[in-house]
């Protein structure tokens, strides 16, 4: 018995020590008994794209193209302000008869407006007062002359008689000149005054209503005319494109009513100071009128630059037209392709189109873009 339980003991120090051992051993490597690491696999670019074989995909070389630089801007038709008049009534009144109305074509000398006015009633009176003293005026000379002519009176009386007939002259014209300022004419006396256009051309702005009150030059002008053979579109250019504008460039202006038709004008002003809020000046396009523009439209205009630039010209189905981007693709080695954006621009002859940035004159890209795209979708 002794025995058998000297042999339990030693059986038990023996398990004791091996797991006693078995635990030093994780102690002193923590990650023994840890998962590996993860592997992390990056990724390929995604703009690059690998097809089974390149040569089913022609390539075309990019062309050189020498332009020069376009700027877009939009504008707002106006009136060319030296080609506007207003419409002024010196004498005051009442209104009592409107013979146009705003938006209205008239000529030069149609009657607007009739002004019953006091102030002609008292110029007609000083008129009239003034040639009756030049006609008594007159009949005293010519008794002078003859009086004087016998020796009957004197010289002094003589000049007398002349210095008043000469002077009642003056007060004739002097009236006659204020009825002709008022408007009123000399044949016709009346209290109300005719108001006309002094120019031909349209009504763009009224500022009178039948019965209103005119307090001459005091008020604000009744009508507004402008002549709109010419006229200007005013443009808003951002800072950062003001280098691409100069005085007497030309400039092609596209109504949006009128989408197709192109009319060529010239820059006659750049604004000298700029919005503080939108960083743009104002750019002044000067147009000959074929007729279509009126006061307020939107119109889009086009500035060509002076110097020309190299562009690169590739064939327009080398273009890949994809959320509202353009992209081309070009060579990358072995069967790879890469998907370079691009900034397009017009359409060229023999159906090829200019690529202002992206790619430069001598690049090779794929001259059917859209055919490599479904190839690499499917």
Known sequence: MKRVGALQLALSLAVILLLAGCGGDTGKNPAAGAPPPAQVEHEGDASIVQVDNASQFPLATAAEYRAAPQLVVTGVVSPDVSRTVPVISIASGRVVEIRARLGDTVKKGQLLLRVQSADIAGAYSD???????????????????????????????????????NKAKVDVETTAEHLKVLGAPLDHPSGIVDIVAPIAGVITDQQVTNAAGIQGLSSTNPFTISDLSEVWIVCDVYENDLSNVRLGDSADVRLNAYPNQVVTGKISNIGAVLDPNIRTAKVRIQVQNPGDMRPGMFATATFHGQRKEAHASVPASAILHLHDRDWVYVPAGGNKFRRVEVKAGGILPDNAQEIISGIKPGDQVVSNALVLQNTVEQ
């Open 127 to 165: 008129y009239r007062k003034a040639v009756a003293s030049e006609v008594l005026a007159k009949t005293q000379l010519d008794r002078a002359t003859g009086l004087y002519d016998h020796g009957a009176i004197s010289l002094n009386d003589f000049q007398v008689a002349q210095d008043t007939e």
